[in-house]
């Protein structure tokens, strides 16, 4: 999808007309909606980021073994790249169509049996609101007026309405992004996945 060129107070700005607000010039303008815009915005984003697996936040990686193995139950242990937000499954060689790679995820590293070097995809934050799909930008102004509604207007319903179409914003944007491309669920068999985890020797 191509980017809409947005800004954070651009993206503020929605969630207030969504609550029938007035708008603020800035997020440092000192009133307590511009306040609570700048406290909850990353969140917000972030919360959206994560529940989805966004095609425009997606990137691959090759990592090297780290030279100190875990303590116990796994043999090697691999650090996630620094703006890794969230590691997707593993599989093999790192193909769509691989066999899924027996891994735990604890804090800055993937733990595993597998070996050197080991493909990865994972989602990063995309900070810039500029390099948002159009529709990722509805959904996070939709979760920041449905986080602020009760905060700023007082009203239930209000939240109410704002939390509804938050639900009808992330449906639609998340139909839009994984229509594009050709998702692994689409390769990749759970029949597959079983006979692979029944020969771990394999690793």
């Known amino acids: 999808m191509t980017p809409t060129v947005a800004t954070e107070l651009e993206v503020a700005n929605m969630a207030l007309d969504m609550l029938k607000e007035a708008p603020i010039t800035s997020l440092e303008q000192g009133t307590s909606p511009a306040r609570w815009m700048q406290r909850n915005f990353k969140t917000a984003r972030n919360m959206v980021m994560t529940t989805h697996i966004w095609k425009f936040a997606m990137k691959r990686a090759t990592l090297a073994e780290d030279p100190t193995p875990p303590e116990f139950e796994w043999e090697r242990q691999y650090r996630k790249p620094d703006d890794c937000f969230r590691v997707l499954p593993l599989r093999v060689g790192g193909a769509l169509n691989g066999r899924l790679i027996p891994h735990q995820v604890e804090g800055d590293f993937i733990l595993t049996n597998a070996g050197s070097p080991l493909y990865i995809r994972y989602l990063s934050v995309v900070e810039d609101p500029t390099l948002w799909p159009p529709l990722f930008v509805e959904a996070v102004a939709c979760k920041l007026a449905a986080r602020a509604a009760h905060f700023i207007t007082g009203k239930q319903s209000m939240q109410e309405l704002a939390e509804a179409k938050f639900k009808e914003a992330m449906t639609l944007a998340a139909s839009i992004d994984s229509s ?24």
Do not use: I
């Open 180 to 203: 594009e491309g050709t998702h692994a669920a689409q390769y990749a068999t759970m029949y597959d996945d079983a006979r692979y985890y029944n020969s771990l020797g394999d690793y």
